[in-house]
């Protein structure tokens, strides 16, 4: 198992103009000083390299590359009200991307089942010439890019289980069909996209698939929509490398939302995507997202990696309403999800 970082993630640091900004260098101390505390679970930690120009432009324009790198270099500044680069941000959002796109690339080689890249900024919700919530470049749409232009995957799933929906992910690839995001998300909260109804664009309709669930839901309905959505959907698709937006900010204790999960639950969630991967014969990698209430965040972070190690075994999923509703509306486009 193979565990990419880098310490420029430290440089990045909301709270130099944003004071309490709940994005910030203390997030990846926890998760850090936990795996440490744990010796780092036995997983080969690899440094996260930085992003090429050439890389993120796979995902974003060269404009906005060349925009974050400008503000950067000039200092830094707001780019919204929530979102910030200082004068080191664009060093520590290239290596996110490209601890993203190493860990691609060494799954895609065969050179692990299973990995996690830990770097921050987090990246889902950037769009392909805007930066916002918190996010410059999209980590892990770079990853899933890199891997079917250069790293021989045709197709790669993207699961994000952030508890706000990944706009950024979705915009960058709605019109295609290679690469298919799947998004569980609380519902009517920010960014507010993210609907049901959104399925992608032209030869990308069908290929985005979001999954918006009710405040305070928790286990049996993450759990319901893996077995009823996630795993038909992934079978009938058949990608050669799944990619996990990890965010944990649906925990119970996450101060910016309101979903119910626990630590356990994101393992025992792990567990049925390790499990779903192990039956396509296909690597999982993860990239961590969101999460805001430290604590939590190691224990999930942790939770995830012992799962992707091979701890725990599947569970049978509760049916939910949420589920066998989600399952209806995705069998038009995917008949596997009518079971």
Do not use: K
């Not at 780019?79 to 895609?108: C, F, K, N, Q």
């Not at 290679?178 to 920010?190: A, F, K, M, T």
């Not at 979903?259 to 779903?276: C, H, I, N, P």
């Amino acid at each position: 198992m193979l565990y990419f970082s880098d310490p420029s993630s430290l440089d990045h640091d909301p709270r130099d103009l944003m004071p309490g900004h709940p994005e910030s260098p203390p997030r990846l101390v926890a998760i850090e000083r936990r795996l440490a505390a744990e010796d780092w679970l036995g997983w080969e930690r690899r440094p996260a390299p930085a992003a090429s120009a050439a890389e993120l432009e796979l995902v974003h324009t060269p404009r906005h590359v060349a925009a974050i790198r400008a503000l950067s270099e000039a200092g830094g500044g707001a780019i919204d009200v929530e979102t910030y680069a200082g004068p080191r941000s664009y060093g520590a959002a290239a290596h996110a991307a490209g601890g993203a796109a190493a860990m691609a690339r060494a799954l895609l080689a065969g050179e692990a089942a299973a990995g996690f890249s830990a770097a921050r900024p987090p990246g889902h919700h950037a769009e392909a010439e805007r930066a916002m919530g918190f996010c410059l470049f999209d980590s892990i749409a770079v990853a899933a890019a890199l891997a079917v232009a250069e790293l021989g995957a045709a197709r790669v799933l993207i699961l994000d289980w952030d508890v706000h929906h990944g706009n950024g992910t979705e915009a960058i690839f709605e019109g295609r069909d290679d690469v298919l995001p799947i998004s569980i998300h609380q519902e009517r909260i920010w960014p507010g996209s993210g609907l049901p109804e959104d399925v992608g664009t032209g030869a990308g309709s069908g290929f985005t698939i979001n999954l918006p669930v009710p405040e305070g839901s928790g286990r049996d309905v993450f759990l319901s929509l893996l077995d009823r959505v996630v795993g038909p959907v992934a079978t009938e698709f058949a990608p050669d490398l799944i990619l996990v937006s990890a965010g944990y900010d649906a925990h119970r204790d996450d101060p910016l939302a309101g979903l119910a999960l626990t630590s356990e639950d994101f393992g025992q969630m792990t567990v049925e995507v390790r499990e779903l991967a192990s039956r396509l014969g296909i690597p999982v990698g993860a990239v961590l997202e969101g999460g805001y209430a430290p604590a939590a965040l190691a224990g999930s972070v942790e939770a995830t990696m012992r799962a992707l190690a091979g701890a725990g075994g599947s569970v049978d999923a509760p049916r939910t309403a949420v589920g066998e509703e989600a399952a209806a509306r995705v069998s038009a486009y995917w008949p596997a999800a009518r079971g």
